[in-house]
């Protein structure tokens, strides 16, 4: 885990006394009638002029990202009456009543929180990183700051768990056969789990983090999905930028707002296979009952694929050869696991020539055949889904 800069500051104290345990973070600002900048040694000063120990908070954040040291971290703060026993004081500077944060140290905040979390096994959500005012009656950290706690939580989880959080899934069950059981235990009959996933393997290849080929000038997936967590790349860049992202391909920028905000309550990656898919499925009970409705009575994969794709995808070609292609993938997954909801030992469809290939990994396999990697001419290759996608996705990092 990346760690963050802090600057020692070698400040004198008072007696202090030692914290037993810490398990939660609480966020302040200044508060003084102008946005005042204030430096740790500023603040120390102050706080022994009102007869203190010292400076209360653990940590002070700059208007330029810098991160001082306050009161020192071990030491019981002097930040929140009535809470300073088990909890860290993080001051951010301004007044957040009458300006804002900057970018940067919303930035910073949720590094320094990620990285704090981490060391002391304090689970990173909002029961346990607050607001000063959710403690006691005050206007601390101030409305401009305190919208933006949800999203610095998020971006906490990022900075503490990095690579762990935007993998597809956190276990080793492959991510068509956990998106199969997750929809079969909807209670959706076998028809329409393989009409749903039909349809999102044609938007996605089943790739949670998959950002629309056009769109590639953007990053890699991985790239992409990385400064969408971190705050990098923002939510309003993000939902605003036109690309299609993830298992669905979420485009219309109501819904990747939605998505981005679903993601940050839950804690994980913008990319995550689970998130999308509780996300997916609170999608369609929320403006779409009458498809779940649909899928629920469908008594045939074609018109399970077909509901799909008209009612909830609604791509620009929606022509019969479209619903065709989508319907063939949808009969392939069914073909692969109706009836075997749950068998960890599902078999997968092979392919094994270059024509049987679906269309977002025809080239990129053509590609590793002509340049030698995959031996032979095209013909048994005996290759799985979950390989298809392990050899796009690392295509595409070569590519950059």
């Known amino acids: 885990m990346e760690r963050v800069n802090i600057v020692e500051t070698n400040l004198e104290f008072g007696e202090l006394l030692e914290r037993e345990y810490t398990d939660a973070i609480v966020i302040h600002h200044t508060g003084n009638p102008t946005d005042d900048d204030l430096s740790a040694e500023e603040i120390h000063q102050s706080h022994l002029n009102q007869g203190w120990v010292g400076i209360g908070y653990h940590f002070v954040i700059r208007k330029d ?29 301004g007044n957040f009543e009458i300006g804002a944060p900057t970018e940067i140290q919303l930035g910073k905040l949720a590094h320094l929180i990620g990285n704090l979390c981490a060391d002391y096994d304090i689970p990173t959500d909002r029961a346990h990183i607050v607001g000063h005012r959710e403690l006691m ?7 401009n700051l305190f919208s933006h706690i949800d999203d610095i939580v998020g971006n906490a989880n990022w900075y503490r768990y990095g690579a762990e959080k935007t993998s597809q899934t956190q276990n080793n069950e492959i991510p068509e056969v956990k998106i199969w059981n997750f929809f079969k235990s909807k209670k959706l009959n076998d028809y329409a789990v393989a009409g749903i996933m039909g349809n999102l393997y044609a938007e996605s290849g089943l790739i949670s983090n998959n950002l629309q080929n056009s769109y590639e000038i953007l990053g890699s997936d991985e790239e992409y999905t990385a400064k969408v967590d971190s705050g990098e790349y923002s ?29 940050k309550q839950k804690g994980a990656s913008i990319g995550d296979l689970d998130m999308q898919l509780e996300f997916l499925w609170a999608e369609l009970l929320d403006s779409y009952v ?26 620009a070609d929606q022509s019969e050869g479209q619903k065709a292609r989508r319907a063939g993938y949808s009969q392939e997954f069914y073909e692969d696991y109706a009836g075997k909801a749950g068998d960890a030992n599902m078999s997968e469809k092979r392919y094994n020539t270059v024509d049987e290939l679906p269309d977002w990994a025809k080239w990129t396999i053509e590609r590793m055949i002509e340049q030698g990697i995959i ?20 295509e595409r990092m070569l590519r950059r």
């Open 65 to 93: 990202g810098t991160i001082e040291r306050g009161r020192p971290e071990w030491a019981i703060g002097s930040h929140a009456y009535g809470e300073n026993s088990h909890t860290i004081g993080i001051h951010v500077c």
């Open 375 to 394: 031996n032979g001419d095209g013909a048994g290759l005996d290759l799985s889904k979950d390989m298809l996608r392990t050899f796009v996705i690392v």
């Open 137 to 143: 009656p005050t206007a601390c950290p101030g409305k």
């Open 290 to 315: 009458s498809l779940v409705n649909a899928l629920m009575d469908a008594q045939s994969v074609k018109q399970a694929s077909d509901a799909f794709l008209l009612d909830f995808e609604r791509p």
């Open 235 to 263: 939510k309003e860049t993000f939902v605003n930028d036109g690309a299609g992202y993830g298992l669905a391909q979420w485009t219309y920028f109501a819904r990747k707002a939605a998505l981005y905000d679903f993601a």
